[in-house]
């Protein structure tokens, strides 16, 4: 009888082994599974971040006529200024 028993153990030890190993297959694959969907996601997200920069940028951006409007403005503070005396 003991080696009717140490027959069913070993069977059931390897049928856990095989478990365990299945389990850690899915384990290893759902990892996969979310580290891809995670790099899927930041990859969309840096898609979309130039083009804010982009927009931003336009946003912010100083044209050629702001430029003059600008050294108008400080040349003729800058006459206003001289014109000014300090007592």
Do not use: W
């Amino acid at each position: 009888m003991t080696n009717e028993y140490e027959h069913e153990i070993d069977e059931d030890y390897e049928n856990l082994e095989k478990e365990i190993e299945r389990i850690q297959d899915e384990d290893e694959f759902e990892q996969l599974r979310l580290l891809e969907e995670e790099e899927d996601y930041f990859n969309q997200e840096e898609d979309h971040v130039p083009n804010f920069l982009q927009d931003s940028a336009e946003m912010n951006a100083i044209r050629p006529e702001d430029l003059d409007e600008l050294g108008e403005s400080s040349a003729a503070g800058a006459n206003r200024n001289s014109n000014v005396s300090l007592c």
